[in-house]
């Protein structure tokens, strides 16, 4: 009875998961693929995909980071995290793509799936480190791992790697450039594709010397996401309203909506404020009024130069 149970809420936890897991872009270098196929995800059909992983570009390994009660193959009821009932790395290395997609601590810190992940790809014992295993309470060494691409590990290596990260994966990703000092040369371009805390993301690129290319919005159904293409350079000033609607995005033909999304936002945020018993809520009104202002101005900017 009670490993019929365990089996039912294991399923039923998986299933909840499967569920409520947001959509995950990746992205594939391409040329000569009709930019129009990107600008919707809901476009793409089963047809693009031969164009799609045809088209011009590299075939660095990828490397896909699975997030929060996560898994990397098909441990948890055959169930596939990256492509559910199919194999999107199967796909992928079929297309003559190499393609990981390592298991790591679905429930452990950023710290330790770093420390994991980077001895999954160069090979070794995990470490932990003294400090941190001592001061969190448990064992400095973890797995111990063959290594996929232990080239990484040379210092004279000039071996690149796309790592794609879904949800955490893309906070454990971002813990790895921290501490790796070859992402601040200005040779490494990073693309991102962030789905929460954007604002946030944009401040820590800016304030750790990263410099933005460009921006791109795409749409996945009703939801607008932001791609980053950056690179270790001088780092750029931004304003409250620049770290939240962008520096690069005045000229993307879906930047209209884009504000729209943030003035509804800002404005019900404004509008619970004024009607909460915070202390200090007239003075947290007005900053939020200011940049509400301020990001109206520039859609009215935006309207003016597209005649909308």
């Known amino acids: 009875m009670k490993k019929t149970w365990s089996k039912v809420l294991a ?52 490397v896909m980071v699975h997030g929060l009660f996560g898994w990397g193959g098909t441990e948890v009821l055959g169930l596939n995290y990256w492509g559910g009932f199919s194999s999107l790395r199967d796909i992928l290395n079929n297309a003559g793509y190499e ?13 330790d799936r770093a420390c994991e992940l980077y001895a999954y790809l160069v090979g070794g014992t995990v470490d932990y480190g003294a400090y941190h295993s001592a001061t969190n309470g448990h064992a400095r060494y973890g797995r111990t791992f063959p290594g996929v691409l232990p080239e990484l590990n040379n210092p004279d290596s000039e071996l690149k790697v796309h790592l794609i990260g879904h949800s955490m994966g893309g906070e454990t990703i971002l813990g790895i450039l921290e501490a790796a000092p070859w992402t601040h040369e ?18 820590w690129l800016c304030g750790h010397g990263y ?3 460009s921006e791109t ?5 009703e939801q607008l996401y932001v791609v980053f293409r950056v690179r270790a350079g001088m780092g750029q000033e931004l304003s409250e309203a620049d770290a939240l609607t962008g520096l690069l995005l ?41 940049l509400i202002e301020e990001i109206e101005r520039r859609k009215g900017e ?7």
């Open 99 to 111: 393609v990981y997609t390592p298991s790591i601590g679905p429930v452990a810190s950023n710290w």
């Open 186 to 203: 200005d040779v490494h371009t990073l693309i991102l594709q962030p789905q929460t805390k954007i604002d946030l993301l944009r401040c």
């Open 250 to 290: 005045r000229s993307d033909p879906l930047y209209g909506e884009y504000l729209s999304q943030h003035l509804i936002k800002l404005n019900r945020a404004r509008d619970g404020l004024a009607v909460s018993s915070l202390a200090d809520k007239e003075a947290r009104i007005a900053h939020l009024e200011n």
């Open 302 to 308: 935006w309207e003016h130069g597209n005649g909308t």
């Open 11 to 62: 399923t039923v936890l998986v299933l909840a998961m499967v569920l409520c897991m947001p959509g995950f872009a990746a992205s594939v270098d391409t040329v000569d693929y009709d930019a129009d196929h990107a600008a919707s995800a809901d476009e793409l059909t089963d047809a693009d995909l031969p164009e799609l992983l045809s088209a011009s570009g590299n075939h660095y390994p990828i």
């Open 211 to 213: 410099h933005f290319l």
């Open 217 to 221: 919005l795409v749409r996945d159904k």
